[in-house]
């Protein structure tokens, strides 16, 4: 009990002076982006740059604007926003089981593992073209995109991790009468759990990539779609538009994702600076 | 006769194919409720006496007895330990020390009581809500003790329990589980390669050969205050000991 007492002062200590440093952190940050804002809008200007090859910041936000009313920009951004997220859950689901599967019978991931390191290197965005050919203009080939490249780093991260899961605390639970299921569930699932949400975050960047890459090469929706409208017409600042806003979708993501695992991993140690 | 080995030999097929004879033709009788300690070189193969005893494989010929019946894997009989605590990281203290029981089909509400009370009597009272990465080594140990007692086992295996902690948390905790194992009255089989906390801490010690292992000799402790390792400490009595076990394992002719 005494020790109990003892080390919350210390937890306290900690709480006080993270803080402060991560308070100071964020305002050099915000520092940092007011400066990029004011040198987007001065310097395309003052360097006698054209609009079309660099707009600045006042030209995207006119811009913006036009493609709100004209371009259908809300309904456009939450089109990618729900196919980058579906992809994402669905690749990485797929990914996470065939994973536990894999990591659970050595036969089937020696039998398979060529073939995952094949696909793993195959650059997944050239796919894009053939299951167009295959699925015509729709939302289908963008998902597949994103399914595709979202299922590897989960895959890959969760074999791994199965792969090295603590054999004593493994036979320990064996020890314990547990069956096969209630070992995976009890200790294997959650020795994975760091592994997995890294993969998640992995993933989540990727995601953006797939749809986007499906949008660019057969769609009539979509981020991608305004940005390859917007380079045909040499709309420089309607690309960099969707860029941001393609930014925005992902970084949400990986936010979220980092939230849910800062939740999910708290008995994890911090590291101390 | 609560764990008898009967001529037991235990082969490995090592990675490149050749055999590994661990430990041959071993065996011994510990009887209830007595702490027996095994000492000898590291790779003599104490560690395989302790898994076959829990039933993690089984013997290449030969037989081992909890309570008078064979082990053919995993069992309820036996609880083991190791150096590693094997808390899980996710799981604060009081669960941790739940988990042996989940297999049984125990009813959350005793289970928690019975944890509990382990808790308890390894003086961890106050830190059932604490995770692992909270608490110092010596008690994680502890918390490795509770959740091994828990099951309520005939046997516990200790497989060098102490040999990560520093020699102070190590000397209070030797005294700890002493006496809380004498209290629970527990058949206990201690494996170590620290000849003194074989000493501190038995009432006879089982001195192993290099590999393969044999059972060279029986050392009998007839020392008082088993439950009580720092007071055997001041005896005289425990170098004599140290001194036997260090000449039965030839030590001198390997120090060149
Ligand atoms: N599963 C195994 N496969 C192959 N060899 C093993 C296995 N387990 C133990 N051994 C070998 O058996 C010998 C005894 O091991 P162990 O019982 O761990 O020794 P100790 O605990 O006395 O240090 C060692 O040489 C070790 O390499
Ligand atoms: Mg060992």
Redesign the interface.
Known sequence: ?S??TA?APAVNAAATTRPRESRAALYASLGLLALLLVAWQILPTALAVPKYIIPTLSDCLVEFGRMWTSESLLANTASTALYTILGFAIGSALGAALGYLLGMSEFWEKVLSPYILALQIAPKVAFAPLFIMWFGYNAMPKLLVTVLIVFFPVLVNVLQAMRTV?R??V?????????RF?IFL??EM?ST?PNLMAGLRIASTLAVIGVTVGELVGGNTGLGFLISYGGGQANAAMVFNAIILLTVIGFLLYSALVRAETRLLH???KAQF | MALEFRGVTKQFTTNSGAVLTAIRDVTFKVNEGEFVSVVGPSGCGKSTLLSMTAGLYQPTTGEVLVSDQPVTGPNDHVGFMLQKDLLLPWRNIVKNIEFGLEARGAAPGPRRERAMAELKRCHLAGFENHYPYQLSGGMRQRAALARTLAIDPEIILLDEPFSALDAQTKLLLQDSFAATIAESGKTTLLITHDLSEAVLMSDRILVLSERPGTVLTEIKVELPHRAHPLKRRVMPEVGEYAGQIFRHLKLEEKAI
Do not use: C, E, G
């Not at chain 1, 036979?171 to 069956?179: D, E, I, K, Q, W």
């Open positions: 009990m020790s109990a080390t603590d004593d605390l036979n320990l639970a064996r020890a314990y009468n547990l069956s209630q009890k200790v959650p759990l008995y994890l140690p």
